[in-house]
């Protein structure tokens, strides 16, 4: 038997796999922590905040993450610091964009009279602004495959959020303003990490071109329109819920989605792989290996997801009492997570739909795929709530948006893609994970030397 070795560990889809359930389990930890000391309706409104901040963070992500991914994985040397400079002239004028229109509403902040709107206006700035340079730094080195670098910058930042979280709780200084203080700090902590260790190149910023930020700003209209839209999508229900039921409902309602992080991790991690594979094909012209690439990693985690749909049938209650504690046992969270667990099983072929559509340079399709989404989500989620009265409404009605934005994606991708179906999905993910299984075994079960 091989006793697996450190250096085993230095494959990027480990590495990757390994970022992301770091960044899992210091989240479930911070949820753990604030829903064990905070009352549901101030966890209502951190959700609430954590939803505005996201949507500001997916404008700046979705206008040039994929854009960077696209123009500069696989490229030249000379071209590639002309697109990271862009990139970073890009995102930096966009951050300071957002901060200004946030302090527009300062001077009127002392006529609003509503705690979330409040926190909202307070905080929302400075936040953006905080971020600019851990983000860019991400999306860099996810194009460059160093998943072990992006390991250690999450250890600061999630870990040093942790810590923080302790302090403040052993001092028993728990509050929503004090969070949200921590929250900036961890953020400036790890971008000044990224800065000194030169993992940012944001010395390349002298070589941007107009020529350049043209093309990332005509791409990135589209990804930024979809990407804004898909997080829009995300918190739909959180702004339907609050204002329909409360924030308490909200709580409730956050705890299951707080556990889909089982699922995120596996999305996240072969996403971000298969993204840059992906984009290194297409700037080779070579949509074959493209097509093989987007079928096999979205067709493995189809096959994943069925076990583990099943298990959190039968193990949905342990897992919301391990979350959140005792409060949240016998609420809606945990018929809720079984739902969210069996439309997951479709996640996977839709999250790689979208990601193929806009890696050909197809990001308006996405875009139009993902408002399709919203408008099926958004109605039934305003009906269901209204027909049933409580989350369950908002919960049951999710899967009729998944399966029109995979019906949607599908359809143009088959048009564009030849030899791409759902059964090839399917064959090829299964296959593929036979294969892994084999080796992994091979390796360290069936080896005698």
């Known amino acids: 038997m091989h006793i697996p070795k450190l250096s085993d560990l230095n494959n990027k889809h480990v590495l990757a ?36 901040y996201s949507l500001a963070d997916a404008l ?10 696209k123009f500069y994985a696989g490229v030249a040397k000379e071209q590639a610091q002309v697109v990271l400079g862009s990139v970073w002239f ?41 971020s600019v340079v851990f983000n860019v730094t991400f999306w860099i080195l996810v194009a460059d495959e160093n998943y072990l670098r992006i390991l250690a910058l999450r250890f600061v930042n999630s870990g040093s959020m ?8 052993i001092l028993k200084k728990g509050s929503l303003e004090n969070l949200l203080i921590i929250n900036f700090l961890t953020n400036c902590l790890t971008s000044l990490v990224c800065v000194v260790f030169g993992y940012s190149r944001i010395k390349t910023i002298w070589n941007r071109t ?45 705890v299951p989605n707080k556990l889909m992080e089982i699922v995120e991790i596996l999305l996240r991690t072969f996403v971000g792989t298969g993204m840059s594979g992906m984009a290194i094909a297409q700037n080779n012209n ?18 994943l997801f069925i076990p583990l749909a099943i298990g959190a049938f039968f193990f949905a ?58 408008v099926v989500n958004v109605s039934t989620t305003f009906l269901g709530i209204y027909l049933f009265k409580n989350i369950y409404g908002a919960a049951c009605t ?12 599908y359809y143009h991708l088959q048009k564009h893609l030849p030899g791409y179906s759902i059964k090839n999905i399917l064959s090829t993910g299964w296959v593929e994970s036979i294969a892994f299984v084999k080796k992994m075994t091979q390796k360290y079960v069936g080896d005698k030397s």
Request: hydrophobic share 60%; charged share 10%.
């Open 162 to 169: 942790i810590v923080a979280l302790v302090v403040m709780l």
């Open 90 to 130: 890009l995102a930096i004028a966009v951050s300071i964009g957002l901060m200004l229109l946030d302090a527009c509403a300062m001077p009127f902040i002392s006529m609003i009279h509503n705690e979330q709107v409040i926190l909202v206006i307070k905080w929302f700035g400075v936040t953006v602004l905080s």
């Open 317 to 374: 209650d342990l897992a919301i009492w391990l979350l959140a504690g005792k409060q949240y046992v016998g609420t809606e969270a945990a018929n809720i997570f079984r739902v969210f667990m069996f439309v997951a099983i479709l996640y996977p072929i839709d999250r790689f739909n979208g990601v193929t559509l806009d890696i050909i340079h197809l990001p308006h399709i996405n875009f139009y795929k993902v408002i399709i989404m919203i």
């Open 286 to 303: 070579n949509m074959s290996h493209l097509t093989y690439i987007s079928q096999k990693y979205a067709g493995m985690l189809t096959w």
């Open 398 to 409: 999710f899967p009729f948006a998944i399966v029109a934005g995979l019906g949607f994606g």
């Open 60 to 69: 700046r992500n979705g206008f040039l993450s994929t854009g960077t991914m």
């Open 210 to 254: 107009r020529k350049s930020m043209t093309e990332l700003a005509h791409f990135g209209k589209y990804s930024l329109a979809t990407n804004l839209s898909s997080n829009l999508l995300g918190s739909a229900d959180t702004f339907i819920i609050t204002a329909m039921l409360g924030p308490a409902a909200l709580a409730i309602y956050q």
């Open 17 to 52: 796999l390994i970022g992301n359930l770091v960044i899992a389990v210091f989240n479930v930890v911070t949820m753990a922590l604030l829903l064990r000391t905070m009352t549901k309706p101030d966890v209502g409104v951190w959700f609430f905040f954590l939803s505005i």
